[in-house]
């Protein structure tokens, strides 16, 4: 009796566990959780991109191209991906969905040679790597990128700055593309989510640069779905009310008043603008067939304007001892040396700000210097600056080759982090204010069907003070040279156009997304150094550990058993 007791408690138990779990499932079927234990939380999704995962009405399909024979570095770069992706899957409720292809396995060459050429051409681009295999340098190709497909559209993915070269740490590149996975991939997904293409604007009519001199960059835009065109200020009304984001890209004419005022009340009203303003009139083709030029003022009449909202570009030239080099042929015309050119400053950040943390550095021509100036409610960012060695030379600049071979002395590049690139955020003021007549007033609002506005709402704009950072290049036989590509070092790669877009998804961001790029992973490398003097510890301890385990449980087990049938140890 009491034995058929005991089974009907312990049945009675198995039952109420057994209920309890079933209900305490059903109860969190629609309660979704995870926790990070990671110290610099790698795997924790942002609240911007959680909000676009659970937008999604729709499967967003990644087809990745990082796959096969993989250097270690690279195949931690592949564990990344697929652990971000899965965890997008989880909170988009399984929206998400990716694989890992490799071209390279494809039996005959020429489909090989086909696919890396549909590839390239969607816009993904192949990397070449170096590796040391018995001894010998070696030379691999990866593919760092992925094609991204949502409801019949895709776009290109690459997961590497393109810029990044050959002879870079591996290390380094990777845990750069490990902490700008997220913004990147929720990026993508965004883009193709966009009911409408953003709309960015280039204006004309002031001098601008020419269209085929900022062909790579509108190019770039266009492959990340954004709606490019232009605008004529001359010509136009106002700026149109759709319009995300103006670029004004090295004006070399004034503006004159009814153009600032478009532009201004663009501002007021929430537009976003890229100022890539020079503050001298400089450029080497003025050396062509001379050993100097006079640099000028250049009179923009955007001073004031600038001035209203929060910085002010100097009527200088900024020289670095931090720049490119300049060609130079010796006396004879037979020998090419190469010579630092000050006025090409090379420019980094001291910024932890999204739009420039791991950032290359940005290659210029011809740069001023910038001051900010106290305005209520608008807070200055500097984005980029000078090194640590270097001056400015006020108005008038006479720029002379012989600099080059002669250089300033060391004492004059004394000055350091001297702002070249500055982000404003906050309420701006109109320049306009009280000072346009009502029949201005009344065209504007009958044409726009906008009030005229003495102050923005919470905005943002970033100025540059050198228009030539967006600027393209030609070869000889007609061929774009990529922007921030060196025409005189043609292996050397600069950051210009990952900032350029940087500052575009920045100033139009809806979602918050640029704040994902602040992440930093962390990853502390073994020392390969003391590893080699105490590999033979760590293999005896590998050897010996688990046979000393073994024998202690064995002969605890023993003792156990022996205590229990016999009593005694």
């Given amino acids: 009796m009491e034995m058929n007791r005991q089974k009907k408690i312990a049945w009675t138990r198995l039952a109420l566990l057994t209920a309890a779990l079933i209900v305490v499932n059903v109860l969190i079927q629609g309660v979704y959780w995870r926790i990070d234990l990671t110290g610099d939380k790698r795997f924790t999704i942002s609240k911007p991109s959680k909000n676009i995962l659970k937008r999604l009405d729709d499967k967003v399909y990644f087809r990745i191209f990082l796959a096969g024979d993989l250097p270690a570095e690279y195949r931690r770069l592949k564990v990344a991906i697929s652990d971000m992706l899965d965890e997008y899957a989880a909170y988009s409720g399984h929206q998400v969905l990716y694989e890992f292809y490799n071209p390279f396995d494809l039996d005959d060459e020429k489909a090989v040679n086909a696919e890396l050429k549909s590839i390239t051409q969607s816009g993904v681009i192949p990397r070449p790597i170096a590796r040391t295999e018995m001894g010998e340098l070696t030379q691999k190709v990866i593919i760092p990128g992925a094609i991204v497909s949502y409801k019949g559209r895709e776009i290109p993915l690459n997961f590497l700055p393109p810029s990044k070269a050959l002879t870079e740490n591996d290390v380094e590149v990777v845990n750069a593309a490990i902490s700008t996975l997220e913004y990147k991939m929720s990026s993508a997904i965004a883009r193709l989510m966009a009911t409408r293409k953003k709309k960015v604007l280039f204006t004309e009519g002031h001098g601008e640069l020419p269209r085929a001199n900022i062909a790579d960059m509108g190019i770039t835009l266009q492959e990340a779905q954004y709606d490019v065109s232009f605008i004529d200020l001359r010509e136009a009304v106002g700026i149109p009310p759709l319009t995300d984001l103006i670029i004004i890209a090295k004006p070399t004419q004034p503006f004159p008043e009814k153009d600032k005022f478009k532009i201004d009340q663009y501002i007021m009203h929430g537009g976003k603008v890229l100022w890539l303003v020079d503050g001298m009139k400089a450029d080497l083709d003025s050396l062509a067939g001379k050993e100097e030029f006079l640099a000028m003022d250049l009179p923009l009449n955007l001073e004031d304007q600038l001035f209203e909202y929060g910085v002010r570009i100097n009527k200088d030239l900024l020289l670095d001892k931090r720049c490119n080099p300049l ?74 080759l012989a600099l080059a071979r002669t250089p300033p002395l060391d004492e004059q590049f004394r000055s350091r982090d001297l702002p070249v690139a500055v982000l404003l955020e906050g309420r701006f003021r109109s320049l306009y204010e009280n000072r346009i007549p009502e029949k201005t007033l009344r065209i504007y609002r009958d044409s726009l069907g906008l009030e005229f506005k003495s102050r923005s709402a919470d905005n943002k704009m970033i100025i540059v003070s050198d228009g030539d950072v967006i600027r393209n290049e030609y070869t000889r036989e007609g061929k774009i040279i990529p922007l921030g590509q060196y025409r005189f070092n043609p292996k050397a790669y600069f950051g210009n156009r990952d900032f350029l877009m940087n500052c575009v998804d920045y100033l139009t961001d809806e979602y918050g997304l640029i704040e994902t790029r602040s992440k930093d992973f962390k990853v502390h490398p073994l020392n390969t150094e003391v590893l080699r003097k105490s590999l033979w510890r760590w293999q005896l301890a590998v050897l010996a550990i688990p046979l000393i385990s073994l024998l202690i449980f064995a002969f605890v087990y023993t003792l156990m058993r022996k205590k229990k049938y016999t009593g005694s140890l």
């Fill in 327 to 400: 060609p130079l042929f010796s006396q004879n015309g037979k020998i090419k040396n190469y010579y630092p050119w000050y006025f090409f400053p090379i420019v980094f950040s001291n910024s932890r700000h999204p739009v420039v943390k791991h950032l290359d550095p940005v290659m210029m021509r011809f740069a001023s210097t910038m001051d900010t100036i106290e305005v209520p409610e608008v807070k200055k960012t500097v984005l980029l600056a000078s090194s640590n060695e270097s001056t400015a030379w006020k108005t008038p600049v006479l720029v002379r």
